[in-house]
């Protein structure tokens, strides 16, 4: 080995080393464990066998005969159109939002920033919290509803659906805002003012100027914002009831009540390989979009 | 060109000949309101004909970037009207007007490339394809820049940058081309050789250029007319030649070229006035003559330049200066000398 390969091969391994500890090795112990046989009391032992992938797909029935049982499977799909959602409404308001903050002056600018990275310094937990304290029957929203005479009793907006999303969007907005804003940045107003001058009207200069120039950073902010929400607890356990099962309540539930290391570890290896798929996939299409700037 | 009519029509008008395209009527701007309302503009007026190559010159935040924005449909006027072919599009959008702007930063779009970026005002105007690249290998040709359609905007130099905004703006054929500080990101010689390629480029095509600068000696080279802006307000609109030789205030004499403005009191002549005159048009130690003006100096400074040399000296309470062909021999600092003018060079401003 010439020592310039050396020194390279050097160089990368705090990167490496990092790497593998921190990314190959769990996600290693949860393929492993994915293989392995149920404990009695949670954990995992030998003999090796496919029994926990097989309980995605099918299930005991009262005769304990084996039969198709698609209900992971919609939990897995649910969870998938959830973050999809979370993705495309995170689009919606990131989008403006980064430009207008991308927009503002340099001063504004860096107060607008900070308010967007603001909820980061709050634990996830105690923020979705307070989105429970706000929604609830006798939250501040009901309330004010009811003071200023548009409502009789309450109205629910917990438990459902609509709730987990806002949840979720609330909480990787920021994710969405942070990369687009950082193409946007260098989409500054004279060229937005050039394709006006030449006769562009508003919506085609969105069209044909903002929205291209955002689209690498959507794609890495749609990745950012994805990934996390399809594993997401949070906010379906607390906005949702926990009632309204998504694929991370679901492993969360394996390790804790459920005691089944093997299904939680096949559950995340699956959502695991799905993310990597879609990410590998989305970044090979666009990898001159989002590396060649 | 024929300096006949300039004493009538100071706006000098007559001398380029050509009729109105662009009407700036008593145009004012005034940003924010009550207690911090700045005004950026005040009732500025003045004309520029077809075919010419109109600048508006000043320093930097005198106004001159706001007439062109204004121009351009960025900003809309507070008062006032902007008048393109008769018609008041003073508040109409950048979109609907026929005019392009080639931007200080050039302003070329990053995604994507050359032929996109010339193309894109005539997609917008619903030209054929064909026409399109027929123009657009037109314009390329026009700037100097065939071999570049293909490129990417963003591995190009300054500039390349240039021509390519340049070939851009020109490219829809716009009735006015607004260019705004279009040499200032060059060094000096690339904007040397700019200089002769904007007045050809305004010969060929034969378009209505209005150029913002800040560089007088920029303004000189390149225009048909010169609009001087200070403050907010134009203070002379006329050819260069005209602007030179008789600056109407203080300032402009002050900002177009050098100029020694002697208070009338040191020259005995009335005290309200003020004379200016170009250092180039005094002589040292000249015999005195009836049509010349004559004042005993002493020499404060001499500056050997290569092709002259300038010369400071001191009279009474004036400071003067002088700038004398090739080198000045028998004169050193300390000396006194006889600095003389002919009475037609100098020009008598009211202060």
Redesign the interface.
Known sequence: MSSASRSTALLRAPVLLTMILFMVLPMGVAVVYSFLTNGAYGGVKLPFTTAAYLKLLVQEDLDGKLGFSPAYLIILWRSVLLAGLTVIISIIIGLPLAWYIACAAPAKRGRLLLLVTLPFWINTLIRTYCWVLILRDEGLVNQSLRRMGLIDGHIQFLYNDVAILLGMVYTYLPFMVLPIFAVLE???G??I?????????RW?TFR??VW??AMPGTIAGSLLVFAPALGSFLAPDLLGGGKRLMIGSLIQLQFSSSRNWPFGSALATVVSIGILLALFLVVRKNFDKVLGR | MSQVDVVVDTSGKAAVGGKVLLGVDKVSKHFGTGASKVTALEDAMFDILDNEFFTLLGPSGCGKTTIIRIIAGFEAPSEGRIMLDGRDIGHEPPFKRPVNTMFQSYALFPHLNVRQNIAYGLEMLRWKPADIKRRVDEVLDLVQMPAFADRRTNQMSGGQQQRIALARALAPRPRLLLLDEPLSALDLKLRKAMQTELKRLQRETKLTFVMVTHDQEEALALSDRIAVINKGSVLQVATPEEIYARPRTRFVADFIGEANLLSGSSLGLAPDVTVSIRPEQITVGMAPAADRREVKARVVALTFLGADTLLEATFRDAHIRARVRGALSGVTVGDEVSLSWALASEWILKS
């Open positions: 260098r989409l500054n004279d060229i003012e050039a394709s006006h001058d030449l006769y562009a009207d085609t044909r100027m291209p120039i």
